[in-house]
């Protein structure tokens, strides 16, 4: 019987199971039960021991996938490579997202543990959670970095997600559960830290125009980025139970620069209002709720996206509103170590990209003196 969708679909159930074989591919099956329940399988041989192996449902899987799926199976059963017996042994071997509960245990004390857990909840875990950890080949490691990066994402975010699989993979190695690190031969890509794209009065104008047609919580946290400096991943996840509001301070508890305990952040009339705004429609321990319940809003990348579309704004990443934010503090007349401490910067080295800003600003301040002194100049040559 050559097996089509609309051959199977056809197909009714009798007192016993019945096994219908694939004229166009040796070895291929579709057993009916009694029940009505369609599942692919194939039929082959190991030595001389006649063998069947259970591929899936029919309607979980499609006669397409189903088929295709047959093709590889029964090629590695011609090399004498048994399917059943290989899926007994993944069996054993904890899936990936089993392993990532064991590894969080063992990085418990590590600085950066909640930003891996974030990372592992994100992306990780929905792609290879229910993978055998062994299956994970180096070809899945290059496509979930390309998949990161094409998401818009930073080349040093894309180096930070490799950096946690090369680490949970050599953290199995060690526990004997695998033998090679899949990502072992993936190479980080060179960073470039010093991009300072900032938007113009212009430009935040038109931005702010945009955003108005964004939903208010999306629009709310980009401005909380905007006038905090603050870094999307620290604004999205904010609790309530961190800002006092009476002080006007926000504590961020974990920050990049590793300070065990936390960065103060001072909130500024602007940031004040779009608080004072989410508080009105306050809803659990976030500031900035998610759609499921008890959880906060994890990307803005959608209205990002579509609002400097819209504001004819171009070259602009989200994380350039940090930039924008050190420019603001910078042309209103403070100094270099302002912006270190606002940025929450380790080091006075990382704030320098800034330097020419305020050179600029002092360059303005400069050129004011220099028009007072030709208008004085050319007062006198009138009288004389």
Same mark, same amino acid.
């Given at each position: 019987?050559?097996? /089509?969708?609309?051959?199977?679909?056809? +197909? *009714?159930?009798?007192?016993?199971?019945?096994?219908?074989?694939?004229?166009?591919?040796?070895?291929?099956?579709?057993?009916?039960?009694? #029940?009505?329940? *369609?599942?692919?399988?194939?039929?082959? %041989?190991?030595?001389?021991? !006649?063998?069947?192996?259970?591929?899936?449902?029919?309607?979980?899987? /499609?006669?397409?996938?189903?088929?295709?799926?047959?093709?590889?199976? +029964?090629?590695?059963? #011609?090399? =004498?490579?048994?399917?059943?017996?290989? %899926?007994?042994?993944?069996?054993?071997?904890?899936?990936?997202?089993?392993?990532?509960?064991?590894?969080?245990? $063992?990085?418990?004390?590590?600085?950066?543990?909640?930003?891996?857990?974030?990372?592992?909840?994100?992306?990780?875990?929905?792609?290879?959670?229910?993978?055998?950890?062994?299956?994970?080949?180096?070809?899945?490691?290059?496509?979930?970095?390309?998949?990161?990066?094409?998401?818009?994402?930073?080349?040093?975010?894309?180096? %930070?997600?490799?950096?946690?699989?090369?680490?949970?993979?050599?953290?199995?190695?060690?526990?004997?559960?695998?033998?090679?690190?899949?990502?072992?031969?993936?190479?980080?890509?060179?960073?470039?830290?010093?991009?300072?794209?900032?938007?113009?009065?212009?430009? +935040?104008?038109?931005?702010?125009?945009?955003?108005?047609?964004? &939903?208010?919580?999306?629009?709310?946290?980009? =401005?909380?980025?905007?006038?905090?400096?603050?870094?999307?991943? #620290?604004?999205?996840?904010?609790?309530?139970?961190?800002?006092?509001?009476?002080? *006007?301070?926000?504590?961020?508890?974990?920050?990049?620069?590793?300070?065990?305990?936390?960065?103060?952040?001072?909130?500024?009339?602007?940031?004040?209002?779009?608080?004072? !705004?989410?508080?009105?429609?306050?809803?659990?321990?976030?500031?900035?709720?998610?759609?499921?319940?008890?959880?906060?809003?994890?990307?803005?990348?959608?209205?990002?996206?579509?609002?400097?579309?819209?504001?004819?704004?171009?070259?602009?990443?989200? $994380?350039?509103?940090? $930039?924008?934010?050190?420019?603001?503090?910078?042309? &209103?007349?403070?100094?270099?170590?302002?912006?270190?401490?606002?940025?929450? $910067?380790?080091?006075?080295?990382?704030?320098?990209?800034?330097?020419?800003?305020?050179?600029?600003?002092?360059?303005?301040? &400069? &050129?004011?003196?220099?028009?007072?002194?030709?208008?004085?100049?050319?007062?006198?040559?009138?009288?004389?």
């Amino acid at each position: 019987m050559n097996l /089509t969708k609309r051959v199977i679909d056809s +197909l *009714k159930p009798t007192e016993k199971r019945v096994e219908y074989s694939d004229d166009s591919l040796k070895g291929f099956v579709l057993r009916v039960y009694p #029940s009505g329940r *369609k599942s692919f399988m194939i039929r082959y %041989r190991i030595g001389r021991a !006649s063998k069947r192996y259970a591929i899936g449902d029919f309607g979980k899987w /499609t006669l397409e996938q189903a088929r295709k799926e047959a093709v590889e199976l +029964l090629r590695l059963a #011609s090399k =004498g490579e048994d399917p059943a017996q290989t %899926r007994r042994d993944d069996r054993e071997v904890p899936t990936f997202g089993q392993f990532a509960e064991r590894y969080l245990v $063992h990085a418990s004390g590590k600085i950066s543990l909640k930003d891996d857990q974030n990372k592992l909840n994100l992306r990780l875990i929905p792609a290879w959670g229910n993978r055998p950890v062994n299956t994970i080949t180096e070809r899945d490691v290059r496509r979930m970095i390309a998949s990161v990066k094409s998401d818009g994402r930073a080349i040093a975010t894309c180096n %930070r997600y490799l950096a946690l699989i090369k680490t949970m993979f050599n953290f199995f190695i060690h526990e004997k559960i695998i033998d090679a690190n899949p990502a072992e031969r993936v190479k980080i890509e060179q960073e470039n830290n010093q991009r300072t794209r900032w938007l113009d009065e212009d430009e +935040l104008g038109r931005l702010f125009q945009a955003l108005e047609k964004t &939903s208010p919580v999306s629009r709310a946290a980009i =401005g909380l980025m905007l006038f905090t400096g603050a870094r999307s991943g #620290s604004v999205l996840s904010a609790r309530w139970a961190d800002i006092d509001m009476d002080r *006007k301070q926000w504590r961020i508890p974990f920050t990049k620069g590793k300070k065990s305990s936390g960065q103060v952040i001072p909130l500024n009339d602007a940031a004040m209002e779009i608080l004072e !705004s989410q508080e009105d429609v306050k809803i659990g321990m976030y500031v900035f709720p998610g759609q499921k319940p008890g959880a906060h809003l994890t990307t803005v990348k959608k209205p990002w996206a579509t609002a400097i579309k819209n504001a004819g704004i171009e070259d602009m990443k989200i $994380h350039d509103l940090r $930039h924008t934010f050190a420019s603001m503090v910078l042309n &209103s007349g403070a100094e270099l170590y302002h912006v270190q401490q606002l940025l929450g $910067h380790k080091t006075g080295a990382m704030t320098q990209r800034y330097a020419h800003i305020k050179d600029e600003a002092l360059r303005k301040a &400069s &050129s004011g003196i220099a028009q007072v002194v030709s208008l004085d100049k050319a007062r006198k040559q009138k009288k004389a």
